[in-house]
């Protein structure tokens, strides 16, 4: 594929991405009108967790989510690195537009540290909304080098690895406050929850994995490997 065709292609998916988050913003404004007239811009204690919300809120997340993969494989079914670039390009992109578009229209986040309702699934993901466009940042810059780089790359296991592990303990720095809510409190305490503290400690130490591996994944293979071996070369 020409070069000219991949900026083409990735500009696409941008715009796409960015009509995308609009569309959510939309859904979430009417979603915070329905549930919080008074003041669309408290999201906390949470008013809108009947069974019925709950349920289409997940199907809805859901839905976002197989549709960001579905025009992935669209765009780029092969090799599985590209796809999953793909992937995480338009979920970060979509994600950083999503805050972009509410701050537009309603003016939240008011601050850099307001919390949100990240997602749902498995159960609730609580924290302040710049540690997710934080990570959509990085997933968009490392998203938008493999599908626009001429290289031939593919998934090695040891980056994936950390990858995988990094991203699980980013994820529970998300899932832990109302975990904890929930196990203390059950689900009646989750609707009277506050935002406190934050697992700052996991979401770091999540980050600075998963940027680490992702920068891995983009050297050369057995890059490291040499450049520790060539000063033990010289000694000799």
């Not at 008074?38 to 197989?66: K, M």
């Not at 940042?137 to 296991?157: C, D, H, N, Q, S």
């Not at 999540?206 to 680490?212: C, E, Q, S, T, W």
């Amino acid at each position: 594929m020409l070069q000219v065709e991949r900026n083409k292609r990735a500009l696409w998916l941008a715009f796409f991405a960015i009509a995308m988050a609009l569309l959510e913003a939309i859904v979430v404004i009417y979603l915070r009108r329905l549930h919080n007239p008074e003041n669309i811009l408290q999201i906390f204690p949470i008013r809108f967790y009947t069974d019925l919300d709950f349920a289409v809120e997940v199907f809805r997340e859901g839905a976002t989510v197989l549709m960001l993969f579905a025009i992935s494989l669209i765009a780029t079914h092969k090799p599985p690195i590209k796809v999953f670039g793909c992937f995480v390009y338009l979920f970060g992109l979509w994600d950083i537009f999503f805050y972009a578009w509410l701050k537009i229209i309603i003016g939240w986040p008011s601050g850099w540290l307001d919390w949100d309702i990240l997602f749902l699934i498995p159960w609730a993901w609580f924290g302040p909304w710049l540690c997710p466009v934080l990570v959509a940042l990085l997933f968009a810059i490392w998203g938008g080098y493999v599908l626009l780089t001429p290289r031939e790359m593919k998934l090695r296991p040891l980056p994936v690895i950390m990858f995988i592990i990094s991203s699980l303990i980013g994820l529970a720095s998300f899932l832990l406050p109302s975990l904890t809510v929930i196990v203390t409190k059950g689900i009646q305490g989750l609707r009277d929850y506050n935002p406190t503290e934050f697992p700052w400690w996991a979401f770091i130490l999540g980050y600075i994995g998963m940027a680490l591996s992702m920068a891995w994944s983009l050297l050369p293979k057995g890059y490291l490997f040499n450049l520790i071996k060539k000063p033990e070369s010289k000694k000799d």
